[in-house]
């Protein structure tokens, strides 16, 4: 790998319970592979969620502020704060401003992982090409609220929708994906290129080179985060993102402090 790979600005830490590592250990990774710059963007906790299997309880919050003061500490690259945010309604009203209040963040993603695409398997005789259509047009609208909300600075894994494996006809995306896609331009919020698709049945990044090539109609900026689990998957398949970025016409990618972002060559 060379000195000029993008910061890595989505990793997890074994607070999440699916996860393994603390935020030094990845920030090791990134300096070891020449990336010079990390966010932390553990899952936020979710109210009244005692015993939580896959995100950090209320409870741990500090400690994990604490982890990444840690890493930022250490010196071995630049670690940034963040946080992802999962998009629920019934959490945008009060619960999510006030975490987002309860720190200096850098960063906030917002992203969704409930849908019928979570629990799909290879060949599942559930997707017929309606089940499919109605999938991909709910998620699609979601993601445009969940940018009309506001709260968030960047949308992780834009098209986790195809998670399994199972991609929708470009016709139909060109149908529902463009008004999100205006919702966020209007917003002024950046889209991340995430490696993990690369890892997934999907088999590639998240979003498509199709989706990327509309998002560089609407000049959305552009992030690039391995969704890393585990350090050795820091700036993983940053590679190939970095070509898709640029077969879609993208020069620069979104540097973020303090919830604001500046232009950076890549
Ligand atoms: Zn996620
Ligand atoms: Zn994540």
Same mark, same amino acid.
């Given at each position: 790998?060379?000195?000029?790979?993008?910061?890595?600005?989505?990793?997890?830490?074994?607070?999440?319970?699916?996860?393994?590592?603390?935020?030094? &250990?990845?920030?090791?990774?990134?300096?070891?592979?020449?990336?010079?710059?990390?966010?932390?963007?553990?899952? @936020?906790?979710?109210?009244?969620?005692?015993?939580?299997? @896959?995100?950090?309880?209320a409870d741990e919050f500090p400690r994990y502020l604490e982890l990444v003061r840690e890493a930022q500490q250490a010196g071995l690259c630049e670690v940034l704060l963040g946080i992802e945010a999962d998009y629920q309604r019934d959490l945008i009203g009060e619960h999510i401003p006030r975490l987002l209040a309860a720190a200096d963040f850098d960063l906030v993603l917002g992203s969704?992982?409930?849908?019928?695409?979570? &629990?799909?398997g290879p060949n599942d005789p559930n997707a017929t090409p309606e089940f499919v259509a109605q999938m991909n047009r709910t998620y699609y609208q979601r993601m445009k609220e969940m940018a009309q909300t506001g709260l968030y600075d960047i949308c992780a894994h834009f098209d986790l929708v195809k998670r399994a $494996?199972?991609?929708a006809p470009t016709a139909l995306l060109?149908?529902?994906?463009?008004?999100?896609?205006?919702?966020?331009?209007?917003?002024?919020m950046a889209i991340e290129i995430n490696t993990s698709g690369f890892?997934?049945?999907?088999?590639?990044?998240?979003?498509?080179?199709?989706?990327?090539?509309?998002?560089?109609?609407?000049?959305?900026?552009?992030?690039?985060?391995?969704d890393a689990?585990?350090?050795?998957?820091?700036?993983?398949?940053?590679?190939?993102?970095?070509?898709?970025a640029r077969a879609? $016409?993208?020069?620069?990618y979104?540097?973020?402090?303090?919830?604001?972002?500046t232009l950076r060559p890549f």
């Open positions: 790998m060379t000195a000029t790979l993008p910061a890595d600005t989505h990793t997890h830490t074994a607070l999440c319970r699916h996860a393994g590592g603390v935020p030094l &250990d990845y920030a090791r990774a990134a300096a070891a592979r020449g990336i010079k710059e990390i966010a932390c963007t553990e899952h @936020i906790p979710f109210p009244n969620d005692p015993a939580p299997a @896959i995100r950090m309880t969704i992982h409930t849908g019928p695409f979570w &629990d799909l $494996g199972i991609h060109a149908e529902i994906v463009p008004p999100a896609l205006d919702a966020v331009a209007a917003t002024g890892r997934h049945r999907a088999g590639e990044a998240y979003p498509s080179l199709t989706i990327l090539g509309w998002m560089k109609e609407r000049d959305i900026p552009i992030v690039f985060g391995s689990h585990n350090p050795d998957d820091v700036g993983q398949h940053f590679e190939p993102a970095v070509a898709l879609a $016409g993208y020069t620069h979104a540097a973020f402090r303090k919830r604001r972002f």
